[in-house]
Each structure stands twice: as C-alpha cells, then as structure tokens.
C-alpha cells in the first residue's frame, strides 16, 4: 500500500482552506485539513515543496512511522506550520486507513465511547439585548451549550461579535486594527451573564472566550465574578505562553478554564495539565500533530481529569471537523465540541457525512473519514489572501490576542 503522491488543494469558499489529498498506489486516498489561518500559504509549501517528496513509495499503513519520521526527521521540532503539516498527513493516513479496512476511523481508534458528541455553538450580539436574544435562538434549534460574547459599549468593533453568524473574521484587503479596552471589556461580561441565567435559568451550558486579552490578574477577578452564573468554561482567558498565569488564575476562582487553540503539541500543555491549573484543553487535530498526536494529549489530560474541548470555529475546514468528531466519539475524557456551521459554499466543496440533531453530532459510519473534495467546485473558489484582525490599546499599544 504505496504513498503514490499527492496534491495541495487551495481554495477559499468564503474563507481559505488548504487540503492534503494523498494518494495510493491502489486508487485509495485520505484527505487531511492543513489550513493555517493568515499563513496558509506557509503550510501549502511545506507540504508541497518538503513532506509529499519525502512521502512516495512509504506503506500508507505505518501511520505512527510517518509520524514519528516526520517529526523527528525534520531536526527543526514543533511551531504551527511544521505541526499543521504533520497532522494533515497523519489526518489523511487515518482516512486510508479507514478506507482500507472499510470502516469509519472511530472504530480505529477505540469504538464509540459515547452514543454522540455534545457541542456548542456561537451566540453574539452587540448588545446585551441582542446577546441574549442570538442565544435563545442557539437552544430553539436545539444546542444545549452556547458560547456567549457581546459587543462593548464605546468600541465599535469587538472580535468574535457581529450581526451575522459567520463572525470568525479572516478579512480581505488591508489588515484590520481595533482598539481594544479590557475595562470596558471588564464591566460587560458579568452584567451579560447575569441576564442570561436570570432569562435561560440553569439547564444550559454557558461558554465565553477571553480570547487571551486579559491580565491573569484580570482573568482571576472575572473568573471570580463569573462563579455564581456557572460557566461551563471561561476561554483562553490570558496568553498561555506563560504556564504560570494560570496558577495565579486558578487561586483565585473555581470557575472552569479552558485553554489551547493555538497549542501545537503536547509539549505546550503539559505543565497546564499536570498542576491541573485546567480543565478542558483545547488542542484542536489541523493545529496539533493530528489524529495520533491528539490521542497523546488526551491520554495525558485523561490522567489529571482533565478533558477534551477542541477548538472547531470555521477556518478548521470539514476535513477537520470530521477528523475531530471521530476522535472526540472514541476519546474517554471527552468534554464538548466547538461547532460552527461551515457556508453552504463550503459545504458543497467538502461533501461530508457528519450530522447535527438536537444539540449533538455525529460523524456518520461511512469508511475513514467520511468527508470528501470535489475538486471541480474548489477550483472555482481561488485562494484570497486574509488575516485576522490585530488588536491595540486605546493610546495605540499593540495588544495579545
Ligand atoms: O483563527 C482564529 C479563530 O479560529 C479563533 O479566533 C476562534 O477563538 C476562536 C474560537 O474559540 O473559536
Ligand atoms: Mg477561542
């Protein structure tokens, strides 16, 4: 079962997605998400110009091999763009594999371990008012968790709110600079979360997303103030660069942390997992290593009860998303799903057998991954270059995401 070769596909339904199609001397082939958002192009190269020669002629079958040749192979360890690569080769040989032995990957990697995979969805509004209201409309159509942000007062422009739903700006043209000011930020989220027990009550999963803009000292008064409305979790609530943060955060409130989309391998979680200074890390199968690399994690997080909650917004192509439901079905610490519905241009893109119903997923039993290209509609959606705005203070600091 010989890696014949394989292609990078680029496209941009809407947003940008690159693709690894690689492909077997028996006609057999898997597909891995590598998209990179804002530095796709970095990660197309690697794959085209240094993984795919070193791939042809290797056993499609030795897929902890490949990876571990990869990795260690390359001398240079870890960083977005070498980690986004391996997983898409990784993401791919798992969907061959499948293929191969004509059953769907999560029977690969364990069997379910659960009936469905609970996720949660993405209610904003710029108002208190109209926050409120965007997330009863997530649980009139069934999701029984919801990540909740709002605009704030003063600033025209805050990340991860606008009025429609695809909201994840990677935006076209000249990159984009808002202000950012964490005391108004500061004096909006309480008040907001106050509102929406006090209308949606308890039976709810709430989530909010920090998005790494505070201060751990900050992050530890918010997480204090939060503690009586019960968040499901508070995310990314200071940069994690710094492990250490999050203990200061974590002497200070028993409201749950989450924290790891931008982790790209188990090196950058591991001291947050074993002081257990998290709950739910979110290392998501594109950004971290891929199926193989995110089993490890688990299986380290599962150790310490900490839980899985990958990062699922809509740069993450449905190659990803199906990717991730296999493995959250089958992974014993599973904790949620981000899940944020893809435009129906990138649905027809990537056909896909993964569902939603009342509030749960599943990814289908269809051999591998379940998901495919067709490569005559991707080819009509040409590569756009975009980025993801920057923030900085109100006199011009440049901020951390
Ligand atoms: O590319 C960045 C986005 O995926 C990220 O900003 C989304 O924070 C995010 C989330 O939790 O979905
Ligand atoms: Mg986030």
Same mark, same amino acid.
């Given at each position: 079962?010989?890696?014949?070769?394989?292609?990078?596909?680029?496209?941009?339904?809407?947003?940008?997605?690159?693709?690894?199609?690689?492909?077997?001397?028996?006609?057999?082939?898997?597909?891995?998400?590598?998209?990179?958002?804002?530095?796709?192009?970095?990660?197309?190269?690697?794959?085209?110009?240094?993984?795919?020669?070193?791939?042809?002629?290797?056993?499609?079958?030795?897929?902890?091999?490949?990876? !571990?040749?990869?990795?260690?192979?390359?001398?240079?360890?870890?960083?977005?763009?070498?980690?986004?690569?391996?997983?898409?080769?990784?993401?791919?040989?798992?969907?061959?594999?499948?293929?191969?032995?004509?059953?769907?990957?999560?029977?690969?990697?364990?069997? +379910?371990?659960?009936?469905?995979?609970?996720?949660?969805?993405?209610?904003?509004?710029?108002?208190?008012?109209?926050?409120?209201?965007?997330?009863?409309?997530?649980?009139?159509?069934? &999701?029984?968790?919801?990540?909740?942000?709002?605009?704030?007062?003063?600033?025209?422009?805050? $990340?991860?709110?606008?009025?429609?739903?695809?909201?994840?700006?990677?935006?076209?043209?000249?990159? *984009?600079?808002?202000?950012?000011? *964490?005391?108004?930020?500061?004096?909006?989220?309480?008040?907001?979360?106050?509102?929406?027990?006090?209308?949606?009550?308890?039976?709810?999963?709430?989530?909010?997303?920090?998005?790494?803009?505070?201060?751990?000292?900050?992050?530890?008064?918010?997480?204090?103030?939060?503690?009586?409305?019960?968040?499901?979790?508070?995310?990314?609530?200071?940069?994690?660069?710094?492990?250490?943060?999050?203990?200061?955060?974590? !002497?200070?409130?028993?409201?749950?942390?989450?924290?790891?989309?931008?982790?790209?391998?188990?090196?950058?979680?591991? !001291?947050?997992?074993?002081?257990?200074?998290?709950? $739910?890390?979110?290392?998501?199968?594109?950004?971290?290593?891929?199926?193989?690399?995110?089993?490890?994690?688990?299986?380290?997080?599962?150790?310490?009860?900490?839980?899985?909650?990958?990062?699922?917004?809509?740069?993450?192509?449905?190659?990803?998303?199906?990717?991730?439901?296999?493995?959250?079905?089958?992974?014993?610490?599973?904790?949620? !799903?981000? &899940?944020?519905?893809?435009?129906?241009?990138?649905?027809?893109?990537?056909?896909?057998? $993964?569902?939603?119903?009342?509030?749960?997923?599943?990814?289908?039993?269809?051999?591998?991954?379940?998901?495919?290209?067709?490569?005559?509609?991707?080819?009509?959606?040409?590569?756009?270059?975009?980025?993801?705005?920057? +923030?900085?203070?109100?006199?011009?600091?440049?901020?951390?995401?």
């Amino acid at each position: 079962m010989k890696i014949t070769g394989g292609k990078v596909i680029v496209c941009s339904p809407g947003r940008n997605f690159v693709t690894l199609k690689l492909e077997t001397a028996d006609g057999v082939y898997g597909l891995g998400d590598a998209t990179l958002n804002g530095r796709e192009m970095a990660v197309a190269s690697y794959l085209r110009d240094h993984l795919l020669p070193l791939l042809e002629g290797r056993d499609a079958r030795r897929i902890e091999d490949i990876w !571990q040749f990869l990795y260690k192979g390359a001398y240079w360890r870890r960083g977005p763009v070498t980690m986004a690569a391996i997983a898409a080769v990784d993401t791919a040989l798992w969907d061959i594999k499948g293929k191969l032995l004509n059953t769907p990957v999560y029977q690969l990697l364990g069997g +379910a371990s659960r009936e469905a995979v609970l996720v949660y969805g993405h209610a904003n509004g710029e108002t208190i008012d109209n926050a409120v209201e965007a997330a009863g409309g997530f649980l009139a159509v069934g &999701y029984r968790a919801v990540r909740v942000q709002c605009g704030v007062p003063g600033m025209e422009k805050v $990340y991860g709110v606008s009025s429609g739903m695809a909201y994840e700006p990677a935006l076209r043209g000249p990159i *984009s600079e808002t202000a950012w000011s *964490s005391e108004g930020y500061l004096s909006c989220v309480t008040p907001l979360f106050e509102r929406l027990r006090r209308e949606l009550g308890f039976d709810v999963h709430l989530l909010h997303d920090v998005h790494h803009r505070l201060r751990p000292i900050e992050a530890a008064r918010l997480g204090h103030d939060l503690e009586p409305h019960r968040l499901f979790w508070l995310e990314d609530p200071t940069v994690a660069d710094n492990p250490e943060s999050f203990r200061l955060i974590r !002497q200070h409130t028993t409201t749950p942390l989450a924290v790891g989309e931008v982790f790209n391998s188990i090196h950058d979680c591991r !001291q947050l997992i074993q002081e257990q200074l998290i709950d $739910y890390v979110r290392t998501t199968v594109v950004h971290a290593g891929g199926i193989s690399h995110l089993r490890k994690i688990a299986s380290l997080a599962e150790l310490y009860q900490v839980r899985t909650g990958s990062h699922g917004a809509t740069d993450l192509s449905p190659v990803c998303m199906a990717a991730a439901l296999h493995f959250d079905l089958s992974v014993h610490n599973f904790g949620i !799903q981000e &899940y944020m519905p893809h435009t129906s241009e990138t649905d027809r893109v990537f056909p896909h057998a $993964y569902r939603f119903a009342d509030g749960v997923m599943h990814p289908g039993d269809k051999p591998g991954l379940g998901v495919d290209i067709d490569e005559a509609v991707a080819a009509t959606f040409p590569y756009r270059p975009a980025y993801l705005p920057v +923030a900085r203070l109100l006199d011009g600091t440049m901020h951390d995401w």
